[in-house]
């Protein structure tokens, strides 16, 4: 009875060392200029999502949330964050580097082609190579869509399917009953961009995607945390377990 008891106590311990493993981190595009951390985390067999950050150099809280959602545990399904996009463009604060292009209007990218197609490529193959059912592009925006129109600043532009637009109500509902301020909260209605990340995997069978635009006239870590927040409903709506 006791040896079966320390027996449990142990196995107990090793799924709990487990579950709190690094993410295994690979790399995408090595050996470029353009190379950039993947890190993915996997749990139980389930459904993967692919959360991204940093695609744009001059919205950073999306690159912040993605570090921070890389560190989840994963207890179900596969997680894959890509935290910094585009690099280059993050280390010099701008939208993106000329010689690279705007990638989020590159996809789905060409592996020959400019170097925003080449890294829209490279997404893509990871999105095929996992199975992505789930596709989360963080991004930013000048204002507040509640107080101008013409921004996209607190919106999840959600794929032009039933499912996304479903997730999107949720997640919706989800940070604004985190949010006070009717200015902040945000808003449901607008469809991501063509040639973006999430405009393409939407087209795909099965497929949730979502291009969240925060405002950026709200404190660094404000919208950070309103980034993982999102994250976490749509990760949860999706069936993959994670803290
Ligand atoms: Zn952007």
Do not use: W
Request: no cysteine; aromatic share 4%; net charge neutral.
């Amino acid at each position: 009875m006791r040896i079966s008891l320390i027996v449990l106590a142990l196995l107990v311990l090793a799924t709990a060392v487990a579950a709190a493993a690094p993410p295994e981190q690979n790399i995408l595009l090595p050996g470029t200029p353009y190379a950039t951390e993947v890190y993915v985390s996997r749990g139980a067999p389930g459904p993967a999502a692919l959360v991204m950050g940093g695609v744009h150099g001059n919205e950073p809280a999306g690159a912040l949330a993605a570090e921070q959602v890389s560190g989840f545990a994963v207890s179900k399904g596969t997680l894959i964050v890509i935290p910094r996009v585009n690099k280059l463009a993050l280390a010099a604060g701008i939208r993106t580097l000329p010689e690279i292009g705007d990638i989020n209007r590159a996809y789905p990218g060409r592996a020959d082609g400019t170097p925003a197609e080449r890294i829209a490529a490279a997404v893509e193959a990871l999105i095929a190579q996992y199975r992505v059912s789930l596709l989360v592009d963080l991004h930013e925006a000048r204002t507040f869509h509640r107080l101008d129109h013409t921004s996209l600043g607190q919106m999840i532009l959600f794929a032009a399917n039933d499912r996304s637009a479903e997730l999107a109500l949720t997640a919706i509902d989800h940070i604004n009953a985190l949010i006070a301020d009717p200015v902040k909260k945000f808003a449901f209605g607008a469809h991501p961009i063509p040639g973006s990340a999430a405009y393409h995997a939407g087209t795909a069978p099965g497929l949730a995607a979502f291009t969240v635009e925060t405002s950026g006239r709200q404190p660094l870590e404000e919208r950070a945390a309103q980034h993982v927040a999102i994250v976490r409903s749509l990760l949860r709506q999706e069936g993959v377990e994670a803290q």
